[in-house]
């Protein structure tokens, strides 16, 4: 059934980009005939425009992985309570970009920060392609800006750590040793009444494995506090353990095609990938030197551009 949805929206895309490149055409043949105008023209040249550029973008969406939800973790830099801000800000920021695509956001894992801001945020985004897009947001952003948390009105720059992972189905085949797996379990804190900060629901998952990236051996530990059941927080820990094992198997993978095609340009995860400049009012992608001057609008989630000009360079 996957299958076949999957093939329907492609052959969806294509009867789209037909039928209008086709009304395209006839609309100039219409002008050419003055029964148009040259502004109807326009209209359906940027419709038709729009349809193709945007089947061309999942056209770079073809990997395996690209088509699953994405795990996103938001975890704040050095630099207290100003980083804490930073941090919150790209949580709202790709909470917009979720709304905006339709997509369903659950947190999974909250951690406040001491004055304002969070220390860390764990959210789960399902919904077709969420992890093909959202893996070119995979690295550190900087802002620079006054600090509102500065008394001497200065200038600061944060850095705050994005990582994005699948969030696999079923569908994927992922091999877990249990006896590498222990748990521990606290009582949640935050938002969820007073059945979460009573009982110890909040689950702690630690997994102990041999890294296939590194070969030696590795820990991976997860928290969940979303569920108020202890059962549920397990089974949704045991998801996101299978999401980053699955990453890493990625990751392994992309390492020896990067061996095979050494021409092709590197792509260093984990490093500043972009920069927000708040009061020179701009944006702007290290990676791709795409830029924009609409700063509050990037920040309401609307980091499409960023996201096509990443994927047109690298996954094309």
Known sequence: MKKVKDLKSWIEGYNGVK?????????YDFFKEEAVTEEEVDQAYAHALSLVEALELKNMLSKEEDKFGAVVKIVAGAGGTEAQDWADMLFRMYQRWAERQKYKLEVTNYQSGDEAGIKTVTMQIEGEMA???????????????????????????????????????????????????????????????QNVNKVETGVRLHYKFKNPVTNEMDEIIIENTESRSQFGNKDNAMRMLKSQLYELELEKRRAETAKIEAGKRKIEWGSQIRSYVFDDRRVKDHRTNYQTSNVNAVMDGDIDDFIKAYLMEFEG
């Open 19 to 27: 039928a209008a490149t086709d009304e395209l055409q006839l609309a």
């Open 131 to 193: 992890y093909g897009y959202l893996k070119s947001e995979n690295g550190v952003h900087r802002l620079v800006r006054v600090s509102p948390f500065n008394a001497q009105g200065k200038r600061m720059t944060s850095f705050t750590s994005v990582f994005v992972v699948p969030l696999v189905d079923d569908s994927i085949e992922i091999d877990i040793n249990p006896a590498n797996l222990t748990w521990d379990t606290f009582r949640s804190s935050g938002a969820g009444g």
